[in-house]
C-alpha cells in the first residue's frame, strides 16, 4: 500500500466545513483513496472511498487531485460529535489484503 | 448492512487467566476477518488475519501461542489471549470484510489485567 502522510491534529469550529488533508505521492493506478474515522473508545468507521473522481455521501465529500497525489476529506457542516482520529488509506480494493492504518489526524471540534 | 458485532466490550480479568473474545459478521459471510490491537494513544496494529477454516496468519512479533485465533464459520472469529499480563491490557478490534475494499469494524474490547 501506497504511504500516506497526514496532519497530526487540526482543530474546526462547530458548524464549519472541516478539511483534512491527506499526502499520497507514491499511489499507484489501481489503488484507491479510503477514509476511515475513530470515535475515542470505538472501532473505526468507513467514511468514504474514491480512485479518481470526486466523491460524495451522506457523511463526506471526497476530493482527490488531478494527479491523485493528494486528497482533502471535507465534513461539510462540523458537529461535536465529528471529534475523531481521521485515517486516509491507499490501497487496492480487492481481496483480502491487510489494512494497514497511519497515525491519522485527530480532528477537534470547537464549540 | 455489513455488521460487526464484537463481544464482550470490556472484561476484566486476573494475571495468568484466559479470555476470549467472539466477532461476529451479523447480516454477511466473513471468509476472513482481522484482528488489531491499540494501546493508548497510539493507532491500530494488526495482530493476525483469520481465515475461516484455516490457520490464522500472525504479524511479525505477534506470538501465535499466546493469542490463539479460531475462525470456525464464515460468520464467527474468536481471540484467546492466553495467560493473561497486565501487558496484554489494551484495546482489541476485530474487523471483516463485505465487498470490494470496505471494512468494517466491531465496537472493540477494552481488556484490562490485573
Known amino acids: 500500500d501506497a504511504k500516506t502522510t497526514q496532519p497530526t491534529s487540526m482543530d474546526c469550529a462547530e458548524g464549519r466545513a472541516a478539511n483534512l488533508p491527506c499526502n499520497h505521492s507514491?499511489?499507484?493506478?489501481?489503488?484507491?483513496v479510503y477514509w476511515y474515522r475513530q470515535i475515542h473508545s470505538q472501532g473505526p468507521q468507513y467514511i468514504i472511498h474514491?480512485?479518481?473522481n470526486n466523491e460524495t455521501n451522506e457523511m463526506a465529500s471526497l476530493i482527490i487531485t488531478e494527479d491523485r497525489k493528494s486528497s482533502t476529506l471535507i465534513l461539510p457542516h462540523a458537529t461535536l460529535r465529528d471529534t475523531a482520529v481521521y485515517y486516509c488509506?491507499?490501497?487496492?480494493?480487492?481481496?483480502?489484503?491487510?489494512?494497514?492504518f497511519g497515525t491519522g489526524t485527530r480532528l477537534t471540534i470547537i464549540p | 448492512g455489513a455488521v460487526v458485532s464484537q463481544h464482550p466490550s470490556w472484561v476484566i480479568c486476573k494475571s495468568g487467566t484466559s479470555v476470549k473474545i467472539e466477532c461476529r459478521s451479523l447480516?454477511?459471510?466473513?471468509?476472513?476477518m482481522f484482528w488489531y490491537r491499540q494501546f493508548p494513544k497510539q493507532s491500530l496494529m494488526l495482530m493476525a488475519t483469520?481465515?475461516?477454516?484455516?490457520?490464522?496468519?500472525?504479524e511479525q512479533g505477534v506470538e501465535k501461542d499466546k493469542f490463539l485465533i479460531n475462525h470456525a464459520s464464515l460468520t464467527l472469529s474468536t481471540l484467546t489471549v492466553t495467560s493473561a499480563h497486565p501487558e496484554d491490557s489494551s484495546f482489541y478490534i476485530c474487523?471483516?470484510?463485505?465487498?470490494?475494499?470496505?471494512?468494517?469494524f466491531g465496537s472493540g474490547t477494552r481488556l484490562t489485567v490485573v
Open positions: 483469520s481465515n475461516e477454516g484455516s490457520k490464522a496468519t500472525y
Open positions: 488509506i491507499v490501497r487496492v480494493p480487492f481481496g483480502n489484503e491487510k489494512l494497514t
Open positions: 507514491t499511489i499507484s493506478g489501481n489503488e484507491y
Open positions: 474514491g480512485l479518481k
Open positions: 447480516d454477511f459471510q466473513a471468509t476472513t
Open positions: 474487523s471483516a470484510r463485505k465487498g470490494t475494499g470496505v471494512r468494517t
